[in-house]
């Protein structure tokens, strides 16, 4: 059984440099965004990955790193559904600003 937070803390320096190496084969990736697969947020083109189907940000890359090393995920489709209700958390975020003032 392997440590997690000694497998998380390898993996954060691994997550990160796959971001750096983007940022350093092309730098206006830092101003390029896209809707994460996985946790539905806007996040930087930088460190994504492609699993398949879905792009996943480097924050998520990550979660999905982590998850496999520790053998808490057979595929990404488990993080993404894993990851179900922060997104809707997102959307219902966007629907409970755009509410607010209404009852004013
Ligand atoms: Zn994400």
Redesign the pocket.
């Given at each position: 059984m392997k440590d997690k937070i000694k497998v998380t803390e390898e993996m954060q320096l691994v997550v990160e440099q796959m971001r750096l190496d983007d940022i350093e084969e092309n730098p206006d990736i830092e101003n390029e965004f896209f809707d994460?697969?996985?946790?539905?947020?806007c996040?930087c083109v930088a460190g994504?990955i492609q699993y398949g189907d879905y792009r996943?940000?480097?924050?998520?890359?990550l979660?999905a790193e982590v998850g496999f090393e520790l053998k808490k995920l057979n595929s990404i489709q488990d993080l993404v559904d894993a990851?179900e209700d922060k997104r809707l958390e997102e959307i219902c975020g966007f629907i409970k600003n755009d509410s607010n003032g209404v009852n004013n």
């Open positions: 994460c697969d996985c946790c539905g947020q996040k994504s996943l940000c480097n924050d998520c890359v979660f990851m």
